[in-house]
């Protein structure tokens, strides 16, 4: 074969080099934004080869968190997925986009049960990812009495056996559903109430804790916690010794869903994720990787009959009878931030 003329060669090596740069370049690229541990990151890779695009992910630990990026104009995110009343605060600000649902025909597989709801009561802005509720936690070991109320938490038996989430909106929420009042009052006299038996608590509490409450109970470090479900159903797994309730007083029912940002640069992209993250195969592969509910109807069926029947995990109407959705408290939340500033102070 005939030698290639070395300056010949160059020139071809370049060419190849910067026509793969460019291709690189005109890369579709998404930009999503997630709370910590939240996603089977293996669909983010199928996702890219499936259709070609970029995936950027960044995660938050936070609604706030997530609210103050978004907020500020200074992201390009493109798919992100809030709490409810998050949506709402963020669709009354205009800080969310309406959604296209011609490019999300696998909307129609998630459970009606889970559309129109508050927060997103038209659904124009969000899609359903995941849900559950807030209850107690506790160690059949070490606890003798009845878990059926928040009552229990304020037991001086189990004092310094106690966790409490470090989140206002929770256990502030704790303390108002203990006392009857609403999770999302504006009446300064209950959350007064509330703030006041959350400092009376605060001696029997052994730490205000987040993520980290899961190896704390699964190792036996505390006889009760507040936790989220899906935090729940793991420990459950990881120690028989565990049991999870929502208390007869009501508890917070809540939901997650994936929404565009006004401020996203490539809503094509972000629509063709949603409706892959509605694909049956992909909306298992989250609820099995992560362990919270799936609105999902056919990601549901392949769920394990135990789990499925898990009242943890998906409560039976009388469970729930009593629990509220988060709602935004608009300029009350001020109130709320001051309380649990006096709290933490304590």
Request: glycine share 6%; aromatic share 12%; charged share 25%.
């Amino acid at each position: 074969m005939k030698k290639l003329n070395f300056a010949v060669f160059l020139l071809i090596v370049l060419t190849a080099i910067g026509l793969s740069g460019c291709g690189q370049q005109n890369k579709t690229v998404l930009n999503v934004y997630n709370w910590g541990d939240y996603i089977d990151e293996s669909v983010l890779k199928d996702f890219e080869e499936k259709y070609d695009i970029k995936v950027n992910y960044d995660t938050y630990a936070t609604n706030e968190d997530m609210y103050v990026k978004i907020k500020s104009g200074g992201s390009d995110y493109d798919v992100i997925i809030p709490s409810d009343y998050m949506i709402e605060k963020m669709i009354n600000e205009n800080l969310l986009q309406k959604i296209d649902f011609n490019n999300i025909p696998n909307y129609e597989l998630i459970d009606d049960q889970f559309k129109n709801l508050d927060y997103d009561p038209n659904n124009e802005y969000s899609v359903p990812y995941m849900w559950g509720t807030v209850g107690i936690l506790y160690n059949k070991t070490m606890v003798d009495d009845p878990v059926d109320s928040w009552d229990i938490l304020w037991n001086e038996k189990y004092s310094g056996q106690i966790f409490m989430l470090d989140s206002q909106r929770e256990s502030i929420g704790v303390a108002l559903q203990k006392l009857g009042y609403s999770l999302n009052t504006r009446d300064t006299n209950e959350l007064a109430q509330a703030k006041q038996a959350l400092i009376e608590q605060k001696p029997l509490v052994l730490a205000y804790v987040g993520d980290e409450v899961k190896d704390k109970m699964i190792g036996g470090e505390a006889a009760l916690a507040v936790v989220w479900s899906g935090d729940a159903i793991y420990c459950k797994k990881e120690n028989p010794d565990l049991e999870y309730v929502i208390p007869k007083e009501g508890s917070n029912f809540w939901f997650d869903a994936m929404a565009i940002p006004v401020t996203a640069k490539n809503k094509e992209a972000a629509e063709k994720f949603i409706n892959y993250m509605c694909e049956t195969e992909v909306a298992f592969k989250n609820t099995d990787y992560i362990g919270y509910s799936t609105p999902h109807i056919g990601a549901k069926e392949m769920l394990d009959e135990d789990l499925k029947n898990d009242r943890a995990a998906y409560p039976l109407p009388e469970d729930i009878a009593n629990c509220e959705i988060y709602k935004d408290l608009g300029d009350f939340v001020s109130e709320f931030d001051k309380a649990w500033t006096e709290i933490m102070a304590q």
